[in-house]
């Protein structure tokens, strides 16, 4: 009995915290979300030749064009989430740019059973994470410390 009472003040002091602090968290939500794209087009900016190679040997067409959209994308998506600017669209985005990278990337059955298959399979999981991740905040929006609050007035 006094382990359930020190159980439901645990979940409610929980309950509460999260309550209390909801738009702060929302904002380091859409940070941490943000922080994969910021090093990931830091990467493929910094090794662009390495992300070229990277696409043509997955037989991206136009693996030039692909890696500087990518980049694009990533810096465009970083940006909105972090200032929570059209924070629900870039959250759209963020999901439907994943989803693609994915099926591009990150089809972890066509490599050899062993650390390559696993590797691939983390980096799967990886990206189911962020899609739930992006349709958190497709459903919260920015919150209070977002562009998209203050431009609403």
Not at 66 to 90: D, H, K, N, P, W
Not at 105 to 126: M, T
């Amino acid at each position: 009995m006094a382990m359930l009472l020190r159980s439901r003040s645990l979940t409610s002091g929980v309950d509460a915290f999260a309550a209390g602090s909801a738009n702060l968290l929302i904002l380091v939500g859409r940070i941490l979300l943000a922080w994969v794209f910021v090093g990931s087009a830091y990467g493929a900016i910094t090794n662009f030749s390495g992300s070229v190679s990277y696409f043509r040997s997955l037989n991206v067409p136009a693996p030039e064009l692909f890696t500087a959209t990518t980049v694009a994308l990533e810096v465009i998506m970083s940006a909105g989430l972090i200032l929570g600017f059209g924070t629900r669209y870039c959250a759209v985005l963020v999901f439907l740019f994943v989803l693609m990278a994915t099926a591009i990337a990150h089809r972890y059955w066509e490599y050899p059973v062993g650390s390559q298959q696993i590797g691939q399979y983390n980096h799967f999981l990886k990206n189911i994470s962020i899609m739930g991740g992006a349709m958190l905040i497709l459903v919260t929006g920015g919150g209070r410390f977002s562009l998209d609050r203050k431009l609403a007035g």
